[in-house]
């Protein structure tokens, strides 16, 4: 059974896909043709497709956004390299991250990671950001086993202006708790430095680490422990909280 002009009219309007169709070739040929025979329908049709053109204009932009990560995220899940992801979905969540940061995809792929159910960058990273940054710099003032000492710059028409200093020392490490811990006693110029360039980021640049964390203080991180019980009505409760 055929659909009548009403109601292929009445089905358009319900149907906010459609209006896809009439920016195709498709959609102009059937616009062209019912015009003949339905003008007023038509007319009344193409003035409710224009009406919706603009939120029509952000779903296509916000899913040709999302088209590019989401088929690398399928590519890069399925290759393997990469040990922290373990779904397309968080190597997307990786891409757009990095995005926010300026990152390629590969780029970010090698420079963030899933930590503790948070994204974290390489303190590398970091300190990479902040020396192609425009507006800021840094310089070591000291870097060895015990202390790492950093000045943050802020650059202007050629001229650096001090914002501050950031200084992580071994004892700083030792009252975190940390410095028993393997990299610390394998590798511990690396990651006073780790603690300095992040902190200091955070500290006189906050919009070069768009509020990450590092990877190193999140691998340091204690665990959130999770409670799990069943209240008197029989609901799962999680952290005290149903």
Not at 211 to 223: C, I, R
Request: hydrophobic share 40%; glycine share 6%.
């Amino acid at each position: 059974m055929g659909i009548g002009k009403t109601n292929k009219f009445c089905l358009i309007r319900r149907c906010p896909d459609l209006m896809v169709m009439y920016r195709t070739r498709a959609g102009k040929k059937w616009h062209n043709e019912y015009k003949k025979q339905f003008p007023v329908e038509v007319a009344a049709l193409i003035g409710v497709l224009n009406e919706g053109d603009k939120e029509m204009d952000d779903k296509f932009q916000a899913l040709e956004i999302l088209r590019e990560p989401m088929a690398l995220g399928e590519v890069f899940a399925a290759s393997g390299i990469f040990k922290d992801v373990k779904t397309a979905a968080q190597a997307v969540v990786k891409i757009l991250a990095g995005k926010e940061l300026g990152l390629t995809p590969i780029e970010a792929m090698n420079s963030l990671y899933i930590v503790n159910d948070k994204i974290a960058v390489l303190a590398a990273t970091i300190a990479s950001r902040i020396k192609k940054s425009a507006k800021y710099d840094y310089k070591i003032n000291k870097l060895d086993e015990t202390e790492c000492s950093i000045t943050f710059l802020l650059v202007n028409n050629g001229e650096t202006k001090e914002l501050g200093i950031s200084v992580f020392t071994i004892k700083d490490a030792a009252k975190a708790g940390i410095v028993n811990k393997d990299n610390w006693k394998n590798y511990p110029r690396n990651m006073l430095f780790a603690r300095a360039i992040s902190n200091g980021a955070r500290w006189y640049c906050p919009d070069s680490l768009s509020s990450f964390h590092s990877v190193e203080e999140l691998e340091e991180a204690p665990k959130e422990e999770k409670t799990i019980s069943i209240d008197a009505q029989g609901e799962v409760v999680e952290n005290g909280q149903a």
